[in-house]
């Protein structure tokens, strides 16, 4: 019965979403809320991927893998998210042409992916790679959201000054995208309400510091905002942290209040632990600071219950995985063995066809033993060519050198239309040579992102039309 309502659900959403354009699909994606996302949400996400994916909206496509990954990963499914993560890479949904809110969101769900995980050097590094890019857009929403994710990073790291100037940061301009002058901003209903989340996240890291005083002008404000907007994630964060800020100064009646909305909040709208660990973490705390024994032991119990549901909740997990894990090694296993064969009779063939070769040539040899047997000779270019191949797979320094040597006019050519670098040079030059994006990455060993920034900046340096192929052009260069 639960299959044939999913399937009828499919059925009138894939109708109604088909009448819909690109932008106007991105704008509900971006619009289903993260934090009460469950299975429902994510049935609802792939219905509308599997549309953008028929028109081919890659756009689309990356951004509903990209949000299915994020509610995987809010609710501890990590192997999962990375799967979704990885599907946007393997079908090579971002390129140059990209939506950069879409490449901003997949480097900021993979960073927090990374983070949650221990890599923090890979996280930053991810932010880090997007940082210049995000501000050189000159968007209120890009800059403020990257900013924020630094500071949550820093504030988890207890470096908390540093959190402090990213949060500044993000507050200022949260208030700048929200205030939209001029209508310049695309503004979201979901982007807005977490635009809200940064005054009072600014207020809490002041707490963290030890400087109630500074934060309460920001609680205050962080409650105001809360009468316009009645979004339940908003209205949690917020409150929240307002329960902190009052556990601070000893009102513990306010903080209590605050708290308990949080939990009701949590237990009727949100799917995930953390939300609900979280509160009852911070009643714990605050119950102690009260004397009140009977009550800490309540929440000392109850986060015990929620740690023990999480473990349990990730056995399955564990044991689906594991059980899927079987399955791929038993699939992999058949696919060895066949391919094993199949390498068997192909070499079988392959030495019957060498030894007839070999028959034969030595039959038409022996017929022109008269004639001068004279070897080839490669002519200098093709040599120099091979040579150049060579030296640019291996990222070796005397590359530029030879590749002069075999097109000498074309670093002159370059330079008379832009003042290049060496090295920006050199990525022309293996544009020249007409290697992908991918073959370029992996020669150099940068990241496929990384490639693409280069030859959008290359593009700007040359001033090669928006609508001509940049192979096409090199192409060009020196006819």
Known sequence: MIQKLTFLFFLISSFFYSQQTEEELKSI???????TAGLKEIHEIDSITTICRKYSYHDGVALGYLKIANIYHKNNEVKKAFYYINKVDKEDLINEESDF???LYQHMTKSMLYYNLGERVRAFGLLDEIYEEAIRQNNAYYTYLIN??????????????????KIKIAYKYSKIYRENKNHRYKIHKAHLSWSFMT???LAAIYIDMGRPDLAKSYIQESLNDLKKNDNKSLIYFNLFNAAKYYRAVKDFKSARHYLWICKKIAGHHFKDEFHQKSVAKELKSLYEEMKEKDSTAYYVNKLLDIQMLKERQNQVLKDIIDKKDEVEVKNEKKLTHGLMFILFVSGVIGILFISLFLHYYKKYKSKNLDKIDIPHKLPVQECIFKEVIRLAKENNPEFLI???????????KLLVISDLKITEIRFCAYIYL????????????????TVQTKKYNIRKKLNIPGDMDIYVWFSKLLK
Do not use: G
Not at 29 to 35: G, H, P, R, S, V
Not at 148 to 165: D, G, I, P, V
Not at 402 to 412: A, G, K, T
């Open 29 to 35: 994606l971006f619009d289903i809320e993260f934090c």
């Open 148 to 165: 924020w994710q630094y500071a949550r990073f820093y504030n988890e790291m207890s470096q908390r000054k540093k959190a402090l100037e």
């Open 434 to 449: 007409n290697f992908s994006t991918k073959e370029i990455a992996e020669y150099t060993f940068t990241s496929v992102r």
């Open 101 to 103: 809110e879409i490449v």
């Open 199 to 201: 005054t009072s996240y």
């Open 402 to 412: 030879r590749f002069n040597e075999y097109c000498p006019h074309f670093s002159d």
